[in-house]
């Protein structure tokens, strides 16, 4: 089994930063592409930024130049640094991960989120 765990959320005022993390555990043999999410209730899921194993990143245009996906495979840990926030930003925030397990399966997790409020 393998768990990701998301920390880092909380209430911020307008133009402020905050760092998400996410901690992969469990039965990990290598932790490919992860990516951070998020949905506003009522709305879809969608992409913040992702970051290969290999560190290439991507970035959905609204969060470019203000989010910085980074990751340390030693740990096992990806973190999203967001600067300049806005109110919406506002929304639950999730991880996602590609992982090759000890018996050699690839399969996507997911996190359980971690709420992000921006106040204006």
């Known amino acids: 089994q393998v768990q990701l765990v998301e920390s880092g959320g909380g209430l911020v005022q307008a133009g402020g930063s905050l760092r998400l993390s996410c901690v992969a555990s469990?039965?990990?043999?290598?932790?490919?592409?992860v990516g951070w999410h998020r949905q506003v209730s009522g709305k879809q899921r969608e992409l913040v930024a992702a970051?290969?194993?290999?560190?290439?990143?991507t970035y959905a245009d609204s969060m470019k130049g203000r989010f910085t996906i980074s990751r340390d495979n030693a740990k096992n840990t990806v973190d999203l640094q967001m600067n300049s926030l806005k109110p919406e930003d506002t929304a639950v925030y999730y991880c996602?991960?590609?992982?090759?397990?000890?018996?050699?399966?690839?399969?996507?997790?997911w996190g359980q989120g971690t709420q992000v409020t921006v106040s204006s």
């Open positions: 996602n991960a590609n992982v090759q397990d000890l018996l050699g399966r690839v399969r996507d997790y």
């Open positions: 469990g039965s990990i043999f290598r932790l490919n592409t």
């Open positions: 970051i290969t194993r290999g560190g290439i990143t």
